[in-house]
């Protein structure tokens, strides 16, 4: 079993730095482009110089509502990319994606329970307002009731996380495929958990958790996106600079070992931060799938399995990625006259793509 | 390996499941401040509120975002004002107005493109973040709860008030006073009879107290048999109902009502109520609970109808 093989060019192994920057231009140069083209395309169409006038209708319309979900596009989609890119080094599965693992159930379980609790206890948005909560357009009360479940979708992917490593771990050692069995039974439970918790709310509650279950780019509070985006660049960097360190986990235990890598602990470090920057993803965008699975398995197709090259990409293919789904879904709103959530495109592409993927690798390997 | 591969699909499954578990019960709007019982009382209802910029005295281009509201602009005789809808919103004037998404998901963007100087809404959690979005940038938002009959009177006399159609407005009111005063004579005149009103069928979902449903229940006399559910719209045991030993079961052609009795509860009289009138609560509310006094006790609506016809 060879499940990071499969490099397009087999032939072309050596990694140089002109390589590298080439592949990153390129790479940021597509995510620059889809970002432009996601803010001068929508639903309402825009002329380039009335953008630039400020308080202009074109103005509010791209910096007001298409740049705030671009930039939570960029951010969700990094994030997920360099998380499935870095799982599936460590685990030496191409499977692993933090939406298989439970990471993202967890951190969606941890996330439901803030709100419904909220919603439960904090009374209505009408009450809140007559009680002289958020009583400004702004909404203080908003950003306040966002951050209590970001942090309890990253309490839910860390908690998730640990209890998974626990299950997982037999005589001192970690089995990657006891890991992903674990994850796939713990999101059967936390899902249910979910629909249990939501039959407790009213019906106009239970509703507006879904397209978050589903996975959507909405509309949230800038304090909400700033905190989680900061978790997500610092973690990324933090990947990104743990890059060679992944190549030799990526390698095997015990020739990682051999090389005087501490596994478990290198493991364990590396499981955390991405259990962060996922939950900080999930507070943002809810359960979105297939991101960071789909991302870096093309990548790796295209660039080879190393990761100092592979994990930057897969961040900014994370993001162009997400971005292009959520272009995709605000413009079904011309046909069909609503907004698919941007979780419902990406298992659209994700899927058939992935299963195209898996059906080419086995015709490979049996032949 | 193979047994790998093949996992996810359960945990996509159970997604998807409750997508659908849900959906039915979407088609109930409004019912939103109902999560706890006590909600219900006048002194606790929720009171409309104003979002982003002071409205213009008299708004000229108006968006709705709640197909209730839209139709009681249309009452309010303002359907002319508005610029456009959501893609619920059915009544006939509305036909060729933009549609600007749905109740939770309006696109901001095609609301903004629309220059509206006066936004209304009803205040969902599903809607909260666009609403609140749209006053930040710069619109102005008139935000009515609509879910009960408290709300809906306050709704019609601000609205009225925004929209300078004050006097329409308390002629609605009164109408609608004077129709609610007429059940409830009508109904006090009568035992209270034992209803339930289903919203669902599968699953089994039925109005609660604090819904809309249980107040139009208990202004038409009935004792609605759920009413010590904890919740507002709880999905409901039918062996419950079945003990609860309802007279009279009442369903809308909405709501599976089309599709004959219950099982296990031939001994209670089926009333179907066509449209939605009793799940859309609005200014012709006092038609719905008519209605609904009609359906408990049609021995008597024929005597009243006797009585009032020379």
């Not at chain 1, 890119?85 to 993202?104: E, K």
């Not at chain 2, 139009?216 to 719209?233: Q, R």
């Amino acid at each position: 079993m060879t499940p990071l093989g499969g490099h397009l060019w087999p032939g072309r192994r050596r990694l140089t730095a002109g390589l590298w920057l080439l592949w990153i231009l390129l790479l940021s140069g597509a995510l620059g482009a889809i970002a432009l083209l996601s803010l001068l395309v929508g639903v309402q169409r825009v002329s380039i110089s009335e953008v630039l006038v400020s308080g202009s209708l074109d103005h509010t319309i791209v910096m007001g509502v298409r740049l705030p979900r671009v930039v939570l596009g960029l951010l969700v989609g990094g994030a997920l990319g360099g998380a499935g890119a870095t799982l599936q080094a460590i685990l030496r599965n191409p499977l692993a994606d933090p939406f298989v693992l439970g990471v993202s159930g967890g951190a969606a379980l941890g996330a439901t329970i803030v709100i419904v609790a909220v919603a439960l206890l904090g009374g209505s948005w009408a009450e809140q307002i007559a009680s002289g909560a958020g009583t400004t357009a702004a909404g203080s009360a908003g950003i306040l009731a966002a951050l209590p479940v970001s942090a309890a979708a990253a309490l839910g992917a860390l908690a998730t996380t640990l209890l998974m490593l626990g299950v997982a771990r037999t005589g001192g050692r970690l089995d990657p495929h006891s890991l992903l069995l674990a994850g796939v039974v713990f999101n059967a439970f936390a899902a249910a958990l979910i629909l249990f918790l939501r039959t407790m709310v009213t019906p106009d509650q239970a509703h507006a958790l879904l397209p978050w279950l589903v996975g959507s780019l909405g509309h949230r509070p800038w304090p909400h996106v700033l905190v989680a985006g900061v978790i997500v660049l610092s973690c990324s960097l933090f990947l990104v600079f743990r890059a060679s360190r992944l190549n030799l986990l990526s390698v095997g235990e015990e020739s990682a070992a051999g090389l005087g890598v501490d596994v478990d602990r290198s493991r364990m470090e590396l499981i955390i931060v991405v259990s962060l920057m996922v939950g900080a993803s999930v507070s943002l965008a809810g359960l979105v799938g297939f991101v960071g699975l789909i991302v870096p398995h093309l990548l790796r197709l295209l660039l080879g399995p190393d990761h100092r090259l592979l994990l930057p990409a897969s961040i900014l293919g994370g993001g162009t990625f997400l971005v292009g789904c959520d272009l995709a879904s605000r413009l079904a709103f011309l046909s069909v006259g609503t907004e698919p959530p941007v979780g419902v495109v990406t298992a659209l592409i994700g899927a058939p793509l992935f299963l195209l993927l898996l059906r080419r690798s086995s015709a490979r390997g049996q032949g | 390996m193979k047994m790998l591969r093949a996992a996810p699909v359960p945990f996509m499954a159970l997604l998807a499941t409750g997508a659908l578990l849900l959906s039915p019960r979407t088609a109930i709007p409004g019912g939103e401040e109902a999560s706890v019982s006590s909600r219900t009382t006048e002194a606790s209802t929720n009171l409309p509120f104003l979002l982003g910029p002071v409205p213009p005295d008299d708004p000229s281009r108006l968006v709705s975002l709640s197909p209730a509201l839209t139709d009681l602009v249309i009452e309010l005789g303002a359907g002319e004002l508005l610029v456009g809808v959501t893609r619920f919103c059915d009544s006939p004037s509305t036909q060729g107005l933009p549609r600007v998404g749905g109740f939770v998901d309006p696109s901001i963007e095609a609301v903004l493109a629309l220059r509206p100087d006066l936004v209304v809404a009803e205040p969902s959690p599903g809607n909260r973040e666009a609403v609140t979005r749209l006053a930040e940038l710069g619109l102005t938002v008139r935000v009515l709860p609509h879910g009960g009959v408290a709300e809906v009177r306050r709704a019609i006399l601000v609205l009225g008030e925004d929209l300078g159609r004050a006097t329409r407005a308390q002629g609605l009111l009164n109408e609608l006073d004077s129709d609610l005063e007429q059940v409830r004579a009508y109904a006090s005149a009568q035992p209270p009879r034992r209803a339930a009103l289903i919203y669902g069928r599968e699953p089994l979902v039925l109005a609660g107290p604090g819904s809309f449903g249980h107040e139009l229940l208990t202004i038409a006399g009935a004792k609605n048999v759920a009413s010590g559910a904890k919740v507002a719209y709880p999905t409901y045991p039918l062996e419950l109902l079945v003990a609860g030993r309802p007279e009279v079961i009442v369903e809308t052609t909405m709501t599976g009502g089309r599709s004959g009795p219950l099982p296990h509860l031939g001994f209670a009289r089926h009333e179907v109520i066509p449209g939605d009138l009793l799940l859309r609560p609005g200014p012709r509310l006092g038609e719905s609970a008519r209605l609904l006094f009609e359906a408990l006790y049609p021995e008597a609506a024929s005597d009243n109808d006797a009585d009032a016809s020379p």
